[in-house]
């Protein structure tokens, strides 16, 4: 009788359970400047003061100092001897990312890295210009003016915006 009464039991309870509509819930924590304004949407963090926020705005990641609001630097690449010509190149990760290189700001461009002789680097730590003679895998990258004050003003803000999928 008591074997009966666990198998109702578990049978009603498995019954119920397939009857309760279940709603997928996603979370994104969203991430605001100083002054409250939308950066993005919060991925992460790549290192222990650097935070990746995804920008749909821009449709491109942001790697931020979440201490000074300083966008990540990188170096550019060139075919040139001399850190000049009309195309600059980037690592392959440019292609979804905003980067810093000085005062300016890029974005590679959303294309198939390419294998190619490059003969300079502009080191983005210093602006120094120097040799790099090299087979890089690099995409292209033009100059992008973002939406918000630069450096970011910090402290950054966090908020958990549920949506419910229907």
């Known amino acids: 009788m008591k074997l009966f009464r666990m198998t109702l039991y578990v049978m009603l309870l498995a019954a119920f359970l397939l009857m309760v509509p279940v709603d997928p819930v996603r979370a994104d924590i969203t991430a605001y400047d100083a002054f409250g304004n939308f950066l993005g949407i919060f991925v992460g963090n790549s290192s222990t003061a650097t935070g990746q926020i995804y920008m749909p705005s821009v449709d491109r990641f942001l790697h931020v100092n979440m201490n ?3 966008i990540v630097g990188q170096d550019l690449y060139y075919e040139s001897e001399d850190c000049s010509g009309d195309t600059a190149y980037a690592a392959a990760e440019a292609a979804y990312r905003i980067i810093r290189n000085g005062s300016h700001y890029f974005t590679g461009v959303k294309t198939l890295p390419a294998n190619v002789e490059v003969n300079s680097a502009l080191r ?27 450096p970011v003003p910090v402290p950054l803000r966090f908020e958990i ?3 419910i999928r229907r």
């Not at 983005?124 to 790099?132: A, I, M, R």
């Not at 087979?135 to 630069?150: A, E, H, K, S």
């Open 124 to 150: 983005s730590l210093n602006l120094s210009c120097e040799p790099f003679p090299e087979t890089r895998l690099v995409v292209p990258v033009n100059g992008i003016t973002l939406p918000f004050l630069l």
């Open 68 to 70: 000074t609001g300083e």
């Open 161 to 163: 915006e549920k949506k």
